[in-house]
C-alpha cells in the first residue's frame, strides 16, 4: 500500500487547508482506506485537525528550537500546539531556493531525530548532474546523506529529482527505477517518489519496483485531484 503525501509548498489558506483536510478525512473514512496518507499546509494553516489515524498532518520547515529569537521561523513550542509529530528535511527548495547547506539540514536532522519526529527526508539531483549520468546521480545523492543518521526509525526517504519538480516533466520509469534500485540497496527504509506525480501517473509510478509512494505538489493542490489520486492508488 502506497504512501502517499500532498505538499502544498506556498499554496493554501487557513480556511482552504482545513476544507481540504477534511473532505480528505471524510473520503479515507468512507471508503475505508488505510493507506498512510500525509498533507504537509503552510506553517499559517497548521490547526487542529480531527482526522483518521492514517491521515497525518506534518509541516514543510520548521527551525531546530523549541523556541527563541529566530525572526520568521516557528519551532516545536508552535508544532506542539497542534500535535504536529511529522516534518519536510531536505527538500530541494529549502537546499536550492532558500539557500540551506547540508550542515544546516543536519542539525534540523539531528534536532527533531531527538524528538522522534517522522521525518521525511528529501534528495535529489538537479539537471545538470543527471546529464552526467547515473554513477554521477548517484554520488550527488549520497552526499544529500552526509551527516544524517539513516538508520533512523522514524525515516521516511523521497527521491525527487530537481528537474521533475513543478517541471510537468517526470522522471522515466527506467530513471525512477535506476535511482530508487540503488538507493534502497544502501539504506532500507521507505523510498517516495516526487517530481510532477500527476493524476495519470500516479498509478504506474507506484508499481515500479522500490518505490513505496508519492510525494506530489503541484497536482495535489486540488482536493478533488488529491482523492483522485489515492482512489487510483488504494488497492496497490
Ligand atoms: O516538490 C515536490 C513535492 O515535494 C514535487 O512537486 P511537483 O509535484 O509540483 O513536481
Not at 516534518?87 to 547540508?102: A, F, K, V, Y
Not at 529529482?161 to 530513471?175: N, Q, S
Request: proline share 3%; net charge negative; hydrophobic share 35%.
Amino acid at each position: 500500500m502506497p504512501i502517499i503525501a500532498s505538499n502544498f509548498k506556498t499554496n493554501h489558506t487557513r480556511k482552504s487547508t482545513t476544507l481540504f483536510v477534511n473532505e480528505v478525512n471524510n473520503f479515507l473514512k468512507k471508503n475505508k482506506i488505510s493507506n498512510e496518507v500525509y498533507i504537509f499546509p503552510t506553517s499559517t494553516s497548521l490547526d487542529h485537525f480531527e482526522t483518521v489515524p492514517n491521515l497525518i498532518i506534518g509541516v514543510q520547515n520548521a527551525y531546530p528550537t523549541t523556541s527563541g529569537s529566530f525572526t520568521g521561523e516557528i519551532g516545536t513550542f508552535q508544532l506542539n500546539e497542534f500535535e504536529i509529530k511529522t516534518i519536510l528535511i531536505g527538500h530541494s527548495e529549502r537546499r536550492h531556493i532558500l539557500g540551506e547547506t547540508q550542515e544546516t539540514i543536519t542539525k534540523k536532522y539531528e534536532f527533531y531525530k531527538n524528538l522522534g519526529y517522522k521525518i521525511i527526508y528529501c534528495i535529489g539531483e538537479p539537471l545538470e548532474i543527471k546529464k552526467q549520468g547515473i554513477e554521477k546521480t548517484l554520488e550527488y545523492i549520497y552526499e544529500q546523506f552526509i551527516g544524517i543518521d539513516v538508520n533512523y526509525s522514524n525515516l521516511i526517504l523521497a527521491y525527487e529529482p530537481v528537474w521533475a519538480i513543478g517541471t510537468g516533466v517526470t522522471a522515466t520509469i527506467d530513471d525512477i527505477k535506476n535511482v530508487h534500485n540503488a538507493i534502497k540497496q544502501k539504506i532500507n527504509k521507505p523510498l517516495l517518489y516526487g517530481g510532477s506525480v500527476k493524476v495519470e501517473n500516479v498509478r504506474e509510478i507506484c508499481q515500479i519496483e522500490n518505490v513505496d509512494g508519492a510525494l506530489i505538489g503541484t497536482a495535489s493542490w486540488k482536493v478533488e485531484d488529491f482523492i483522485e489520486i489515492l482512489e487510483n492508488t488504494k488497492d496497490l
